[in-house]
């Protein structure tokens, strides 16, 4: 996190495409774990398909150099990722909650 | 040239056909995509949905970026995706499962029936509305055992009914004496002051603050100035000694007196308050410290100034003789002076019996006025003094002998205003 806000600094200085969609690229990247670690995948389904779908294509635009829509997708992938691991968490809860008699 | 032309031309014509149908087909997914979601695509097929979701989304990336090719391939799998998720979506709503004959519904509970904000599946009573603490079931009334009006819950004597005498009413307790003073309510006449019985259960005051109650102050308006002087009656005594000067100016305040002597009494008059005369029934001047002048021939009494020896006159004649005559005179001119609040004396003239009672007081008189004339030459006030002559009347001894006679043959100086 501390690199990717370095490089995040680093790139709103310089104004550098390559490196800022490389650091949002890697805050996604760490959100994503995060909701896997969270369990994501099971309990969060359509967010964490979303988060890891906008994530590759964010790598394709960088593969293209078209980094606006790199950093575009890099957001959206990282967003869904946060909700994935939210959504996960609440339902991870509710379902070790003792029922009601 | 004319065909490579032909070629370039045909490439664009065939990319922008195939733009205009990836937008047409996006448009299709997108309405796709939105029934997919009513028909709960999102619990039955999340994955198919994010999927022609992301993949609409790039696809409409690419058409803005102008490479419809990619974006082509995004539409394509975008569709497949949302077929997919649309079969899924299909069969998505709640089920009602039957088990045998016992008809089993299951439900999401969302439900409140009683309105109390506590969902039916976790409401003890869902019929009937009442607070979380008692798991949403109404709390039972609080009953009123006491039949006091104040409900048992707040009723700190529930077996007990409240007075209701204006006193802590709210508590629910009686209170017999409110003001713990010993005499019950019923009986007592202040019930909210604490006060003796023997007052009726009120409190004594003092309003004077003078410490004598007000049931034995005469005075329980008027502090009582405790000067010693009947202290005991409450009333203040600003005249103790009722000689019109206030006790405040009044050196002596239990003595009567006069207010040029600062109200302070002078028994023998000399103009020196008996609290500083020596002599207080005596006058005498200051210097004397009230007492009287030492003469060698005169004694300043109450009431006169005696002589111890008579002034001689020649006889048959008012002629006042002999030197010590003079001294005698000088000595009662000295005490007039010496004593100013005689303010005026009578000089009598006595004779014996001898010679007829016309002449005897004719000289009498003369004698009376030689005496007389002679205390004015020794500047002694004519005002203050009258002369009188009583001839033979007044004997003080026996005419028959001649010591009496000598007795009776006298000068008198009596004093009769002071």
């Known amino acids: 996190m501390k690199i990717a806000r370095a490089l995040l600094a680093l790139a709103a200085l310089s104004g550098c495409g390559p490196v800022q969609s490389t650091a949002y690229l890697m805050d996604a990247e760490v959100q994503i774990e995060a909701a896997r670690t969270a369990q994501a995948e099971r309990y969060a389904p359509y967010e964490w398909t979303s988060a890891n779908l906008y994530y590759r294509k964010s790598k394709e635009e960088v593969g293209y150099a078209d980094f606006e829509q790199a950093v575009d997708f890099a957001q959206k992938a990282q967003k869904f990722a946060v909700q994935a691991r939210e959504n996960a968490m609440k339902a991870t809860r509710k379902e070790e909650a003792p029922k009601a008699p | ?418």
């Open chain 2, 1 to 418: 040239m004319t065909r490579a032309l032909l070629f370039a031309s045909l490439l664009a014509a065939s990319a922008c056909v195939t733009g205009q149908q990836v937008r047409a087909k996006a448009e299709v997914i997108k309405s796709d995509i939105e029934r997919a979601r009513r028909s709960g695509a999102m619990r039955c097929a999340p994955r198919e949905l994010a999927t022609a979701e992301a993949n609409l989304d790039f696809a409409q990336g690419e058409l803005a970026e102008g490479t419809a090719a990619r974006g082509d391939e995004h539409i394509r799998d975008a569709e497949a995706a949302i077929k997919k998720a649309i079969v899924l979506s299909k069969d998505c709503g709640p089920k009602q499962v039957t088990i045998k004959d016992t008809p089993v519904v299951v439900k999401i509970e969302t439900t409140d029936k009683d309105g109390d904000g506590i969902l039916d599946k976790d409401d003890k009573c869902p019929n009937l509305p009442g607070p979380p603490e008692n798991g949403g079931c109404p709390l039972e009334a609080p009953k009123d055992k006491d039949g006091d009006g104040i409900l048992d819950n707040v009723d700190k004597c529930v077996d007990t009914p409240e007075d209701k005498d204006g006193w802590q009413d709210e508590d629910g307790c009686p209170e017999p004496d409110n003001d713990n003073d010993g005499v019950l309510d019923g009986a007592d006449k202040c019930p909210n002051e604490p006060g003796p019985i023997e007052n009726i259960g009120c409190p004594i005051r003092d309003r004077d603050g003078d410490g004598i109650n007000d049931d034995k102050d005469q005075c329980p308006n008027e502090a009582e100035d405790k000067d010693g002087f009947q202290d005991e009656d409450g009333c203040p005594d600003l005249d103790n000694d009722k000689d019109g000067l206030p006790d405040i100016q009044d050196e002596c305040p239990m003595e009567a007196g006069p207010a040029e002597l600062k109200g302070c009494p002078d028994r023998d008059k000399d103009g020196l308050p008996d609290k500083v005369d020596a002599c207080p029934d005596q006058p005498g001047p200051p210097e004397e410290k009230g007492c009287p002048k030492k003469y060698s021939l005169v004694v300043v009494t109450k009431d006169k100034i005696e002589i111890k020896k008579q002034i001689k006159f020649a006889t048959g004649s008012a002629k006042i003789v002999g030197a010590e005559s003079q001294t005698i005179l000088s000595e009662v001119s000295q005490a007039l002076r010496d004593n100013p609040q005689i303010k005026k004396i009578r000089i009598e003239g006595h004779t014996d019996s001898v010679g007829n009672d016309a002449f005897n007081l004719k000289l009498s008189q003369n004698r009376a006025n030689s005496v007389m004339s002679a205390l004015i030459k020794l500047n002694v006030d004519p005002g203050r003094m009258e002369a009188v002559g009583y001839g033979e009347t007044q004997p003080i001894a026996s005419n028959a002998t001649a010591a009496g006679k000598a007795e009776n043959r006298r000068t008198e100086f009596n004093i009769i205003e002071q």
